[in-house]
């Protein structure tokens, strides 16, 4: 069963990034509408899944390698955000972050410290803050 699969998707584009991200659009798609009773969300739910299934199976390598770059290039920069407010609250209780004022650098500083002067490594700004 299993070399008769591998014989079937021989050639085939198989999952990536976006087929991923397709996939848990679907369900949480399928979730809402059957929260909400809004059976427009469940079409375009399945919609979703076809279209994910479809990219899945095909044998157009090179378009649905072009596709995942394109969405890779978009979803990089939310991706960074998503995971720097992620390690921000899990340093928010030992350390406290501030803006500098002249290039808008993110700086974290150790809390507890009373006030210090803080000097940003970008642009060597400095400027006191109490920690």
Request: glycine letters at 6%; hydrophobic letters at 40%; one cysteine or more.
């Amino acid at each position: 069963m299993r070399r008769r699969f591998s014989d079937f998707m021989l050639g085939r584009y198989g999952p990536d990034q976006l087929y991923f991200a397709l996939f848990v659009i679907a369900i949480l798609l399928g979730l809402l509408s059957s929260i909400t009773r809004f059976y427009i969300l469940s079409l375009l739910s399945y919609l979703v899944l076809i279209f994910a299934i479809y990219r899945f199976f095909s044998r157009n390598i090179v378009k649905r390698r072009a596709k995942n770059d394109v969405f890779l290039r978009y979803w990089g920069p939310v991706r960074y955000r998503f995971r720097r407010f992620k390690e921000r609250l899990k340093s928010r209780k030992t350390h406290k972050f501030f803006k500098c004022p002249n290039c808008k650098n993110v700086l974290r500083v150790p809390k507890g410290k009373g006030k210090i002067q803080i000097t940003c490594p970008r642009c060597g700004e400095r400027f006191e803050r109490k920690s």
